[in-house]
C-alpha cells in the first residue's frame, strides 16, 4: 500500500489561489478515480476537484472558506501500490492514528457481550407498563421539552424508523428505558397523548445560537454590495410606467408560435428600450475607475442581468445587446439564466457588464433601491406589474402599472440626466411599437 497526495490543480488562466467551497468525502471515506472530493472557487465561477485514483481518504488540507494556493496539496490518500510519494516510516502518522482512532470507535448499536457467570443468579427486573410506570418516569406528566437542546435520544434502529414514518421528532419524546432510552411504548405513550405536548412545544424558550460562516459566492457577494455601498453615493429614481400596451403586444407576439423564437417575457423589451435609451446618453453605460480618476465610456452595450440561484446572486451578462433583436435577446437571457442555475456558467458568462437590470419578477414590490453593481454607473430594477385604476380624463380605467426603480452613480451621473434616461425608456416602454422604430 502507498499514499498518493492530491495538490489543487490550475482551475483557471491567471488564478493563483481559490477558496474551498465544499467537501464531498472525509477522512476514511472510499473514494473510485472521478469521485468529486471537493469544490473550490474562483472569482464567481466554481470547480469540482475529482480523484485521479482509487483510494481510502487518509487527510483533508483545507477547512471550508480558506483560501488554497494552487499546487498546495489538499488530500491525502491510501493506494494499492506505491502511491505519488514516499512515506517515511517516522514521518507524520496523525492521520494514520485519526483513521485507526475512527475505526477502533465503539459502534452505537453493538451487540451485547456474553455476560460472565455470576455468583448469585439475579432476578430478572419485571417490565413495567408505561401506564404502571412511576409518576417521573412516565412522558405524559411533561408539559415541556423532555430533552435539552442539543441532547441526542436513545432509541433502536425500529424505533427511529417508526417515530421518522411517523414524523414524530425523537427529540421531544421522553423514554423510559435505560438511559432514557426510547421504546416503542414511549412512541405510543407520545402519540397518545396527542397535541398537548405540541403546543406546549411549539411555545418553548429557544436559547440556541447556529454560527454560519460566510464562504464562496454569498462571501464575494458580501464584498461586492459593500464596497458598492461604501464608495457609490447612490441616487435612485422611481417612475410609474403604463405597460398595458406592451402586455397586450407581447400576449399577441407569443401566440404566433415559431420553433425559432423563445416566449418573450418583459426583459428583452426592456432591454432594446434601454439601448435606445443609451444611444442618446452614452455617458450612462460606462465603468468609473474611481481612484484613477476615469470614466470608461463603452460603445458595446452589455447588459447583466441579476439572477438568483440556488447557491446567491449572479450578474451574467448579455453581450452585445445593441446587436441583438428582441428574439436574440430573449433567448441569450434563457440560455445565461438555465446555465447560472445550473452552476455551468463559464467566468466570461459572469463578468464584462456595463449596465445592469435587476427584477424580482412577481416578488418585485412596489418600489426598491437597487445597489449599483460596482465599477458601473446605473443599475435598471423592475418592480412587479399591477392592475391600478387610472384617470383617463372622465373616468377611472384599470390599467397594467409598474414602477422603475432605478439608481445612479452620483458622482458622475447628475439627477438631471438620471430622470432623462428614465422618462425615455418609459416613453418607449408605454409606447412599444417605438422599440421597433430606428
Same mark, same amino acid.
Given at each position: ?16 489561489? $481559490? ?75 496523525? %492521520? ?18 456474553? %455476560?460472565?457467570? $455470576? ?35 436513545? $432509541? ?54 447556529? #454560527? ?60 432594446? $428600450? ?142 438631471? #440626466? ?21
Amino acid at each position: 500500500m502507498g499514499e498518493h497526495v492530491i495538490k489543487l490543480p490550475d482551475v483557471g488562466e491567471g488564478v493563483a489561489e $481559490a477558496e474551498l467551497v465544499e467537501w464531498h468525502v472525509k477522512v476514511g471515506d472510499l473514494v473510485r478515480e472521478d469521485t468529486v472530493l471537493a469544490a473550490v472557487m474562483t472569482d464567481k465561477a466554481t470547480v469540482e476537484i475529482p480523484s485521479p485514483v482509487d483510494g481510502e481518504i487518509l487527510w483533508l488540507g483545507a477547512e471550508i472558506g480558506d483560501t488554497v494556493a494552487i499546487g498546495s496539496p489538499i488530500v491525502r490518500l491510501k493506494v494499492a501500490g506505491e502511491g505519488n510519494v514516499k512515506v517515511e516510516t517516522g514521518g507524520d502518522s496523525a %492521520p494514520k492514528a485519526e483513521a485507526l482512532a475512527k475505526s477502533a470507535e465503539p459502534k452505537a448499536e453493538a451487540q451485547p457481550s456474553t %455476560p460472565k457467570p $455470576a455468583s448469585k443468579p439475579a432476578e430478572a427486573p419485571a417490565k413495567v407498563s408505561p401506564a404502571a410506570a412511576p409518576k417521573a418516569m412516565r412522558p405524559a406528566s411533561i408539559s415541556g421539552a423532555p430533552r435539552a437542546e442539543g441532547e441526542k435520544p436513545l $432509541a433502536s434502529p425500529a424505533v427511529r424508523l417508526r417515530a421518522k414514518e411517523a414524523g414524530i421528532d425523537l427529540r421531544q419524546v421522553l423514554g423510559s428505558g435505560p438511559a432514557g432510552r426510547i421504546s416503542h411504548e414511549d412512541l405510543d405513550a407520545f402519540v397518545a397523548r396527542g397535541p398537548q405536548l405540541a403546543r406546549a412545544i411549539g411555545l418553548a424558550q429557544k436559547d440556541g445560537v447556529e #454560527d454560519i460562516k460566510v464562504v464562496g459566492l454569498r462571501r464575494k457577494i458580501a464584498e461586492k454590495m459593500s464596497l458598492a455601498k461604501s464608495r457609490i453615493p447612490h441616487i435612485t429614481y422611481v417612475e410609474e410606467i403604463d405597460v398595458t400596451a406592451l402586455e397586450e403586444l407581447r400576449a399577441t407576439l407569443n401566440k404566433e408560435k415559431r420553433g425559432d423564437r423563445p416566449k418573450l417575457t418583459l426583459l428583452p423589451f426592456l432591454m432594446r $428600450a434601454m439601448v435606445k435609451a443609451i444611444a442618446e446618453q452614452p455617458n450612462l453605460n460606462a465603468l468609473f475607475d474611481d481612484e484613477a480618476g476615469v470614466i470608461h465610456q463603452h460603445e458595446g452595450i452589455h447588459i447583466g442581468i441579476a439572477a438568483q440561484t440556488p447557491n446567491g446572486l449572479v450578474v451574467p451578462v448579455v453581450k452585445h445587446a445593441e446587436a441583438r433583436d428582441l428574439w436574440d435577446s430573449a433567448a441569450e437571457v434563457n440560455r445565461l439564466a438555465d446555465a447560472a442555475k445550473a452552476g455551468t456558467a463559464s467566468r466570461e458568462e459572469l463578468s464584462g457588464s456595463t449596465i445592469t437590470i435587476t427584477s424580482l419578477g412577481a416578488m418585485g414590490g412596489v418600489a426598491t433601491t437597487p445597489v449599483i453593481n460596482y465599477p458601473e454607473v446605473a443599475i435598471v430594477g423592475v418592480n412587479k406589474i399591477m392592475v391600478r385604476p387610472v384617470w383617463d380624463g372622465t373616468q377611472f380605467i384599470p390599467r397594467k402599472m409598474m414602477n422603475l426603480s432605478s439608481s445612479f452613480d452620483h458622482r458622475v451621473i447628475d439627477g438631471w #440626466d438620471a430622470a432623462v434616461f428614465v422618462q425615455r425608456i418609459r416613453a418607449l416602454l408605454e409606447t412599444p411599437a417605438l422599440i421597433f422604430v430606428d
